[in-house]
């Protein structure tokens, strides 16, 4: 027998979200619609998932070493233990991999001695994700852990794109460039969409919106990323449910000699109460879209603010590509709001876009095509599944 599943944790501060994949069998996206594959790679079944939450709140999982415990009690319950000789690795994802780690990462100590070096550069997210590698590397000393990074699709990026216009001495020394995230689901849903059109990865030219809580755009040039909206941080580039995206960075300084905030208040008021909510007080496109049916006037501006700065990147990395083949919306917000797809694209036409307003009102699980029958972009709704992406990357690491 083969060890053939994989775990696949990702460890935030208060929570550990796990699935558990065989890979030995297809992928579900595979015999639904024949969707993305890493790699040539088509496997990737689920035999379970979920997540513990409130870590190291009163009356809850102490830390992560006891919730993952309690995964282990789950998965053991269903006969799927930790300790099975079928498990053949364990895939972490881990958010920030600066300029160090490019690939998939087999994890030894030096390696989580360097995710800890990057703790700076994301100090809400790479704190957690080591505590999760730990705690999972002491439960199962001997098997492969590897490490998935959200900012590796994007180190393709040429300079041009991955540069700020500073003082160069001062930018490398403190590793301010731009990394870009959500590579794991960039990654999976430009490849996913290629195989849509038939095509592939190498012969189209697409641009990825990944629309969830947080969003960010990418331009992906056959199959390789020259482009994507996030930075140092996962502060730039589009709105988001909390965070403001692209501002005058001297917005900064003005609310601190201005508005006498330090450094902190203006951190979280840019991170946690701007974007969709610091306009309108929810984060929620559902919401949004119910508070616009009744005419209030400040959801209505907050979604308007949203989708024209999409509209902005959908123009702008159209003209970073050349030839756009595809546009793939994804994540909570790309995947089910239509009214979000149709407003972002309306009145593109001159630029070869006509999204199919039937097609795109349907509501759907699977990757499908929502642009008319003419349209020179397809335009499309890809599910992301980072969860598998990270799966078969660590399995293409460690299989024999
Ligand atoms: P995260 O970034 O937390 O992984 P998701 O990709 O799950 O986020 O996206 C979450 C967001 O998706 C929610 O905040 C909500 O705005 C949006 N969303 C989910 N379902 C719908 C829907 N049916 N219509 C519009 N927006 C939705």
């Known amino acids: 027998m083969t060890a053939s599943r994989v775990l696949v944790l990702n460890s935030g ?33 689920r035999l379970a998932s979920g997540i513990v939450e409130r870590i190291g709140e009163e009356g809850s999982v102490a830390d992560h070493s006891e919730a ?9 319950a269903r006969g799927l233990g930790l300790d099975s000789p079928e498990l053949a690795a364990v895939g972490h994802r881990v958010v920030h991999g600066g300029s160090r780690f490019t690939e998939p990462t087999l994890i030894t100590d030096e390696v989580v001695a360097e995710i800890e070096k990057l703790v700076p550069l994301a100090p809400l997210h790479n704190p957690a994700n080591v505590t999760g590698i730990k705690v999972a590397r002491e439960l199962r000393p001997d098997l492969p852990q590897v490490a998935v990074f959200d900012t590796a699709f994007h180190a ?17 020394r403190y590793g301010v460039r ?63 449910g909390t965070r403001s995206g692209d501002i005058d960075p001297a917005v900064i300084f003005h609310l601190s000699r201005v508005g006498a905030m330090d450094v902190d208040e203006i951190d979280d008021l840019l991170n946690k109460r701007s974007g969709l909510v610091g ?12 508070r616009m049916a ?6 209505q501006l907050a979604f308007d603010i949203y989708v024209h700065r999409l509209r902005k990147y959908v123009g702008a990395y159209s003209a970073v590509l050349g030839r756009v083949d595809a546009i793939a919306f994804t994540a909570g917000v790309g995947e089910n709001s239509a ?14 876009i006509e999204i199919d307003a039937v097609r795109n009102a349907v509501r759907g699980t699977v990757a499908r095509v929502v642009s008319t029958e003419t349209s020179r972009v397809a335009v499309a709704v890809v599910p ?14 460690v299989r024999p």
């Open 279 to 290: 306009l309108c007080g929810d984060n929620d496109m559902r919401e949004i879209g119910r």
């Open 68 to 76: 993952l415990g309690v995964v282990s009690k789950e998965l053991r």
């Open 384 to 397: 992301t599944d980072e969860e598998l992406e990270i799966a078969q990357q660590a399995y293409s690491l």
């Open 156 to 172: 393709t990026m040429p300079e041009a794109a991955a540069r700020y216009a500073i003082d160069r001495a001062t930018a490398d």
């Open 13 to 45: 501060s208060s929570s550990l979200k796990y699935q558990l994949l065989d890979m030995s069998r297809p992928s579900p996206a595979t015999t639904l619609n024949g969707a993305a594959t890493p790699h040539g790679d088509d496997s990737g079944s």
């Open 178 to 240: 731009r990394y870009g995230f959500h590579g794991t689901s960039h990654a999976y849903v430009s490849r996913a969409t290629a195989k849509l059109l038939g095509k592939e990865p190498s012969e189209v030219n697409v641009v990825v919106l990944h629309l969830g809580n947080g969003a960010s755009a990418s331009a992906v040039r056959g199959g390789v990323c020259v482009d994507t909206s996030m930075g140092l941080t996962p502060l730039e580039g589009l709105v988001m």
């Open 294 to 299: 009744e005419r209030d006037a400040s959801a």
């Open 339 to 352: 009214a979000v797809r149709e407003a972002a694209l309306r009145g593109l036409e001159p630029l070869g």
